[in-house]
């Protein structure tokens, strides 16, 4: 540290020691005693000086004391008066020299410099050091001070009683209060922020379309930042909202995604390739997706100072589960598919992240249906109905393996009511997400849905079954969130039936409404080049380099912290965007 006016003054003048052969600059000679004592080696070493001179001051008053005891108070007042003076020039004659003697005994026997001998035999060293000291004191005392009173042995006893016991009291109550300040600062830490801004990831889909208006209702001011994949309508009820920001752009971006997480309370990730079919289209693309970019996500999230951090998983990752039993977040895991693979993987890097002050909360979704502003027909409530209205048959294949069901608009409620628990109740925890009750085997969905299109053919096929089969406790969730949805599977079929009714769904089969013929079509190419526009856009930049000097990450510091260290300074607002972010697209809701 370069601390006090005189060094700051010195090192401000840029002055340079010179003489034959050597000139040392300022910054040398500061970085030399630095080197040598450094400012907390010098703050012990004032403690330990005033300890050590505290305990002559403490032995030569007990002197006293046991003199009068041990001689009965035998002598006239005057003398014990005249001893009182004599043992105070004693102290106040022999101060520096004292001083001098215990920096000298103390730094060469290791005790500041943490030699090994001192590393490991502390306290025999600290002991050893203190009688070395008085020792030496003494023989200084006699030989050189002889026109002062001397130190008597029975000072020097009662001195190394209170320089032991100074020291090793001093060293254990600043090993407690470090703990105790330490201590308090994790409950500082966990002090629960109100939830005011919130960064949804991934938002413009079918569960965050739903959760979207949800948070704006509840007075939140929300960004969203999404690729936009489906363009603007799953979110065109809320676009001209005006606490809504949206960003469109890659989530897989480092700086897009620190930038975006500016003043937020709590981050929602539903971004990702989602569903079995899906994510088998490319599994580089779903691992760079699904988990490297979460794990880069969260890891921003810890750096910028987010508190809650809500991961969208699923019920999937069960897989095939015996079904004799209600499987809880506490049971194995079966995956049989690369999708659910990839978010047992993220729920590992998630959990690895270990820190008071970043509490995510990982939630289970159930098998979704129903209705959002961006529907899917490839999830089984939803196909089936579809496929009674449009085609007359409903067709099962296997259909013994059960699932659990939960609404998208109740999937969309679990994530809001985890948002505004008590951080307490849900940090660290994993919840499945639905309700017990809702468990059904696939067959006997479509039964249901037969029962609500009676004129369709209900057909039974035995090849090609999920190999998924898994039935879910949900009473976990029911007691830390108080969650009790609001649908049911035999609501959900009546509202897409209600849905052709109307004309809001025309064609099911249309890729917009399947994540695995969305990804097949074009967008999957577009999707895989995203990342790289970027880099594109800088290729194609012929504008000059700045001359300023690039901002570097040191070795020990994070990818993540070093990205928010780079971006912070240069947060941009939407009115000063530069041309690449202005390309990616970025807008601020109107009123």
Same mark, same amino acid.
């Given at each position: 540290?370069?601390?006090?006016?005189?060094?700051?003054?010195?090192?401000?003048?840029?002055?340079?020691?010179?003489?034959?052969?050597?000139?040392?600059?300022?910054?040398?000679?500061?970085?030399?005693?630095?080197?040598?004592?450094?400012?907390?080696?010098?703050?012990?070493?004032?403690?330990?000086?005033?300890?050590?001179?505290?305990?002559?001051?403490?032995?030569?008053?007990?002197?006293?004391?046991?003199?009068?005891?041990?001689?009965?108070?035998?002598?006239?007042?005057?003398?014990?008066?005249?001893?009182?003076?004599?043992?105070?020039?004693?102290?106040?004659?022999?101060?520096?020299?004292?001083?001098?003697?215990?920096?000298?005994?103390?730094?060469?026997?290791?005790?500041?410099?943490?030699?090994?001998?001192?590393?490991?035999?502390?306290?025999?060293?600290?002991?050893?050091?203190?009688?070395?000291?008085?020792?030496?004191?003494?023989?200084?005392?006699?030989?050189?001070?002889?026109?002062?009173?001397?130190?008597?042995?029975?000072?020097?006893?009662?001195?190394?009683?209170?320089?032991?016991?100074?020291?090793?009291?001093?060293?254990?109550?600043?090993?407690?209060?470090?703990?105790?300040?330490?201590?308090?600062?994790?409950?500082?830490?966990?002090?629960?922020?109100?939830?005011?801004?919130?960064?949804?990831?991934?938002?413009?889909?079918?569960?965050?379309?739903?959760?979207?208006?949800?948070?704006?209702?509840?007075?939140?001011?929300?960004?969203?930042?999404?690729?936009?994949?489906?363009?603007?309508?799953?979110?065109?009820?809320?676009?001209?909202?005006?606490?809504?920001?949206?960003?469109?752009?890659?989530?897989?971006?480092?700086?897009?995604?620190?930038?975006?997480?500016?003043?937020?309370?709590?981050?929602?990730?539903?971004?990702?390739? *989602?569903? @079995?079919? +899906?994510? %088998? =289209?490319?599994?580089? /693309?779903?691992?760079? $997706?699904?988990? !490297?970019?979460?794990?880069?996500?969260?890891?921003?999230?810890?750096?910028?100072?987010?508190?809650?951090?809500?991961?969208?998983?699923?019920?999937?990752?069960?897989?095939?589960?015996?079904?004799?039993?209600?499987?809880?977040?506490?049971?194995?895991?079966?995956?049989?598919?690369?999708?659910?693979?990839?978010?047992?993987?993220?729920?590992?890097?998630?959990?690895?992240?270990?820190?008071?002050?970043?509490?995510?909360?990982?939630?289970?979704?159930?098998?979704?249906?129903?209705?959002?502003?961006?529907?899917?027909?490839?999830?089984?409530?939803?196909?089936?109905?579809?496929?009674?209205?449009?085609?007359?048959?409903?067709?099962?294949?296997?259909?013994?393996?059960?699932?659990?069901?939960?609404? *998208?608009? @109740?999937? +969309?409620? %679990? =994530?809001?009511?985890? /948002?505004?628990?008590? $951080?307490?109740? !849900?940090?660290?925890?994993?919840?499945?997400?639905?309700?017990?009750?809702?468990?059904?085997?696939?067959?006997?969905?479509?039964?249901?849905?037969?029962?609500?299109?009676?004129?369709?053919?209900?057909?039974?096929?035995?090849?090609?079954?999920?190999?998924?089969?898994?039935?879910?406790?949900?009473?976990?969730?029911?007691?830390?969130?108080?969650?009790?949805?609001?649908?049911?599977?035999?609501?959900?079929?009546?509202?897409?039936?209600?849905?052709?009714?109307?004309?809001?769904?025309?064609?099911?089969?249309?890729?917009?409404?399947?994540?695995?013929?969305?990804?097949?079509?074009?967008?999957?190419?577009?999707?895989?080049?995203?990342?790289?526009?970027?880099?594109?856009?800088?290729?194609?930049?012929?504008?000059?380099?700045?001359?300023?000097?690039?901002?570097?990450?040191?070795?020990?510091?994070?990818?993540?912290?070093?990205?928010?260290?780079?971006?912070?300074?240069?947060?941009?607002?939407?009115?000063?965007?530069?041309?690449?972010?202005?390309?990616?697209?970025?807008?601020?809701?109107?009123?």
């Amino acid at each position: 540290m370069r601390g006090n006016g005189f060094v700051e003054g010195f090192k401000s003048q840029g002055f340079r020691l010179q003489g034959i052969g050597f000139a040392w600059s300022s910054d040398r000679v500061l970085s030399a005693l630095n080197r040598w004592l450094p400012w907390q080696r010098a703050l012990r070493m004032a403690a330990d000086l005033v300890m050590l001179n505290t305990a002559l001051a403490v032995g030569l008053a007990l002197d006293i004391p046991f003199r009068i005891f041990a001689e009965g108070g035998s002598r006239p007042i005057t003398s014990y008066q005249q001893l009182i003076g004599d043992h105070w020039t004693v102290l106040h004659s022999n101060f520096w020299i004292a001083s001098l003697i215990m920096l000298a005994v103390m730094y060469g026997s290791g005790f500041y410099t943490h030699g090994a001998v001192y590393r490991r035999f502390k306290l025999p060293m600290l002991a050893l050091d203190v009688a070395l000291f008085l020792l030496a004191f003494k023989a200084v005392n006699t030989i050189l001070f002889l026109w002062v009173p001397r130190f008597s042995i029975v000072a020097l006893a009662f001195s190394f009683i209170a320089a032991e016991t100074m020291f090793i009291g001093s060293r254990v109550w600043s090993k407690l209060w470090a703990k105790t300040i330490r201590s308090e600062a994790r409950i500082l830490h966990r002090i629960e922020r109100k939830v005011r801004d919130v960064l949804v990831i991934g938002g413009g889909g079918y569960i965050g379309s739903a959760l979207l208006p949800k948070l704006l209702d509840q007075g939140l001011n929300v960004k969203l930042l999404d690729l936009g994949l489906f363009g603007p309508d799953p979110i065109r009820k809320v676009l001209a909202h005006p606490r809504l920001k949206y960003i469109q752009g890659d989530f897989r971006q480092v700086d897009i995604v620190v930038e975006a997480m500016q003043d937020t309370d709590a981050v929602v990730h539903l971004g990702g390739i *989602v569903g @079995d079919p +899906a994510c %088998a =289209v490319n599994e580089s /693309l779903t691992v760079d $997706l699904n988990v !490297v970019s979460t794990r880069m996500i969260a890891e921003a999230a810890k750096a910028v100072g987010v508190q809650r951090f809500i991961f969208a998983s699923t019920c999937s990752v069960y897989g095939a589960s015996a079904a004799d039993s209600f499987l809880s977040e506490e049971s194995p895991l079966s995956p049989v598919s690369l999708y659910a693979r990839s978010k047992i993987a993220s729920e590992k890097v998630i959990r690895s992240m270990g820190q008071d002050d970043f509490a995510p909360v990982i939630l289970r979704f159930g098998t979704i249906y129903g209705l959002s502003g961006r529907t899917r027909f490839d999830l089984v409530v939803n196909l089936l109905t579809a496929m009674a209205i449009a085609d007359k048959k409903i067709t099962v294949y296997g259909g013994d393996q059960w699932r659990p069901f939960v609404h *998208v608009e @109740d999937a +969309a409620t %679990a =994530v809001l009511k985890a /948002l505004q628990a008590p $951080l307490d109740a !849900v940090a660290w925890q994993t919840l499945n997400v639905g309700s017990t009750a809702e468990n059904y085997r696939i067959l006997d969905v479509g039964k249901l849905v037969k029962a609500e299109v009676p004129d369709a053919q209900l057909l039974e096929c035995v090849d090609n079954a999920d190999k998924r089969n898994y039935r879910v406790s949900f009473d976990k969730i029911e007691k830390v969130l108080d969650f009790h949805p609001e649908w049911t599977v035999s609501k959900g079929i009546q509202q897409v039936i209600e849905a052709f009714a109307s004309g809001r769904i025309k064609d099911y089969k249309d890729p917009m409404f399947s994540n695995y013929k969305f990804l097949t079509d074009d967008t999957h190419s577009r999707l895989v080049l995203a990342y790289s526009n970027w880099v594109k856009d800088l290729l194609a930049d012929n504008s000059p380099v700045p001359t300023s000097p690039m901002i570097r990450t040191p070795p020990a510091e994070s990818w993540a912290a070093g990205a928010l260290r780079a971006v912070r300074p240069f947060a941009r607002t939407t009115s000063s965007l530069s041309p690449l972010h202005a390309r990616e697209g970025i807008y601020q809701g109107r009123a």
